[in-house]
């Protein structure tokens, strides 16, 4: 165990863990473009061998039955608001009833995600700029 003067720099002194790794990302630099390489497809054959193995073992646990109903049914907000700021652009633009689930559902998760992954890809973007 670290000590708690050396394992973070606001309960103690240094943050040892922190140099420990700084450290060692800045060797594999030193040691040229044919390390890192080599560095670098190590973590990904671990994390790929992570991924498989949550995969495997996770298939034992899988319940079919939670499948049915795929796709629930559409069914009708319960705070349907006769506004245009609240319910989804789509339902505003043609007219539809605010339901929650079904098709409409899915479309709107799925948008939902995809526009956070682009905003998270904007960011990251201008960060690495």
């Known amino acids: 165990e670290i000590p708690a003067s050396l394992a ?75 506004s245009v700021w609240k319910p989804p652009l789509i339902t505003s633009i043609f007219g539809l009833e605010p339901a929650v689930f079904g098709i409409a559902g899915v479309i709107a998760g799925a948008a939902i995600v995809f526009f956070a992954f682009i905003g998270f890809d904007v960011v990251a973007t201008t960060a690495e700029e």
């Open 8 to 82: 973070s720099a606001s309960d103690g002194v240094v943050n040892l863990p922190a140099i420990v790794i700084t450290l060692v990302c800045a060797s594999v630099l030193i040691g040229g473009i044919k390390l890192s390489s080599r560095v670098n497809q190590i973590v990904v054959a671990i994390k790929l061998s992570v991924v498989a193995l949550v995969i495997i073992v996770g298939i034992a646990h899988v319940k079919t039955s939670n499948w049915t109903p795929f796709i629930p049914p559409s069914q009708p907000s319960a705070g349907a608001d006769a």
